[in-house]
């Protein structure tokens, strides 16, 4: 398999950190962005804040004057939550433009590279609160239309050698997911009623299905949403 140039959004921690690792361990360059950089991420890392756009848009034409890029992850993820009587306008506008304007921003200065080289891979990461979680409308929604924007791109560039697909994990033992359900909470036990193996997923775990998607032999695979949540969404089908 050809060495490949992996740009990962919220590459510091977590899913983003995991996915990194692992494309390292199996000869890639992952290239990272987020607001700060770790000390031993395994590749070129890009300090900025994904919510300014200009600077967003300096950072990756830097990465595409490095040289081309072949995948694309966009896992950076912002949430906010509430009841629909409470949802803060402010709050549903950041989540949607983290979520989604990020991702757009992104490809958007990476596909010509792809399209020109007939060979892309794009995963957007998705959420299990799509289905239809409460209290999760800024979140959920935002996660809901990066699943439609992979479908209508992965049909727009199929027959470029470019897939889209997305991953859309259940409750992950991450910093964001334990702000919200502390280790041994009456929330944590709640929401894992709802999980049928009973468990948190791993980084790691989740790494391992979105390289998949990112490997030579998935070329025929595109526009699907894989969800990898213990077992979640057929409890919440």
């Known amino acids: 398999m050809a060495k490949r140039r992996v740009l990962i959004t919220g590459a510091s921690k ?10 390292a361990a199996e000869g890639h360059e992952p290239i990272g962005l987020a607001r700060s950089a770790p000390h031993d991420f395994p590749g070129p890392f890009y300090p900025v804040d994904l919510a300014d756009r200009a600077a967003t848009a300096e950072t990756l ?11 694309v992850v966009n896992n950076v993820g912002f949430a906010r939550f509430g009841r629909i009587g409470s949802i803060d306008l402010d709050d549903l506008f950041l989540t949607y433009d983290m979520n989604v304007r990020t991702a757009v921003q992104v490809v958007q200065a990476v596909l010509p590279g792809m399209v020109a080289a007939g060979w892309g891979r794009i995963v957007n990461l998705s959420s299990l609160t799509t289905l239809g979680t409460a209290e999760r409308t800024p979140y959920a929604a935002a ?11 992965a049909g727009e560039l199929a027959s470029t050698g470019v897939t889209v697909n997305a991953v859309a994990p259940g409750p992950i033992e991450t910093e964001m997911y334990r702000e919200r359900s502390p280790a041994g909470s009456e929330r944590e036990a709640r929401m894992l009623t709802a999980i049928p193996m009973r468990r948190v ?4 775990e989740i790494a ?22 213990g077992g979640g969404s057929i409890s919440a089908a």
Do not use: M
């Open 143 to 153: 996660k809901a239309a990066l699943e439609t924007c992979t479908r209508i791109w």
């Open 14 to 23: 977590g899913i983003g950190r995991a996915v990194a690792d692992r494309l």
């Open 61 to 71: 034409a830097a990465i595409a004057e490095a040289g081309p890029v072949d995948a």
């Open 201 to 204: 997923g791993t980084p790691a």
């Open 208 to 229: 391992h299905v979105i390289c998949s998607l990112l490997h030579e032999d998935a070329g025929y695979l595109t526009g699907q949403i894989v969800r990898v949540d």
